[in-house]
């Protein structure tokens, strides 16, 4: 069987990406979402295995010493978040292609180790303002972790040039329409 490709999205956090991934997902391409671990709390509806493995720091320290994770991050201060080795290789082998949610740190890391047969890409908001509005309107965020995250998106988006791919997310409709266009092409190579 054809093992499947890998595509890496990366963005701030609250620039919408979720949004986007979960449009593009909807669209018949035998895209399979990769379950990352992290050492954060669930938000809002969040479900353990669906949207990520929520381990404690104790556990998450034991998986990395088992050298269980492709790659890993401390994203926020005491917050990890690692993409365990096993999901993403058996998605893979199994003919799935597998989308990515990480970290500007992770998808560099993930791009490196796949090369050709990963695309990453990055979505970036209109502006810093817009993204605190959206982050704030989405209402899953405490004041002080939405600074924290405003905070990194400065480092985030010093990161976008690397990408092989950058779609601006300011109309949902023109963004969902170039995240399937980017990601067709790919498919199709
Ligand atoms: P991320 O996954 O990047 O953290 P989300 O997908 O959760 O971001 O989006 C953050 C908030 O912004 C959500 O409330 C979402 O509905 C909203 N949003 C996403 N894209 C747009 C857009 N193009 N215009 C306006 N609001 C948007
Ligand atoms: P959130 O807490 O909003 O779900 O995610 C915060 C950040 O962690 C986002 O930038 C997200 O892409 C990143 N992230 C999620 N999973 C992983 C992962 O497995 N590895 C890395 N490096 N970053 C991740």
Redesign the pocket.
């Given at each position: 069987m054809k093992s499947g490709k890998l595509i890496i999205?990366?963005?701030?956090?609250g620039s919408g990406?979720s949004t986007l991934i979960n449009h593009l997902m909807a669209q018949g391409l035998n895209l399979h979402f990769?379950v990352?671990?992290?050492s954060?709390p669930p938000?809002g509806a969040e479900r353990d295995g669906v949207?990520?493995f929520f381990l404690s720091p104790e556990e998450f320290r034991e998986r990395i010493e088992a050298g269980d994770f492709l790659?890993?991050?401390e994203?926020?201060h005491n917050?990890f978040?690692?993409?365990l080795k096993s999901q993403v290789d058996k998605q893979m082998a199994a003919g799935e292609n597998v989308v990515?949610?990480?970290?500007?740190?992770?998808?560099g890391?993930i791009k490196k180790a796949y090369g050709e047969r990963a695309l990453s890409v990055f979505v970036r908001p209109p502006s810093t303002e817009v993204l605190r509005a959206r982050l704030e309107h989405r209402g899953t965020d405490a004041p002080e972790v939405i600074d924290e995250?405003i905070a990194r998106a400065e480092f985030?988006l010093s990161f976008a040039p690397t990408f092989d791919a950058v779609i601006v997310n300011d109309d949902l409709a023109e963004a969902c329409a170039k995240v399937l266009e980017v990601v067709q092409k790919f498919l199709a190579e």
């Open positions: 999205f990366s963005a701030p956090s990406k990769s990352s671990a992290t954060r938000r949207e990520y790659e890993y991050q994203v926020y917050r978040y690692g993409t990515c949610d990480v970290d500007v740190l992770g998808a890391n995250r985030e």
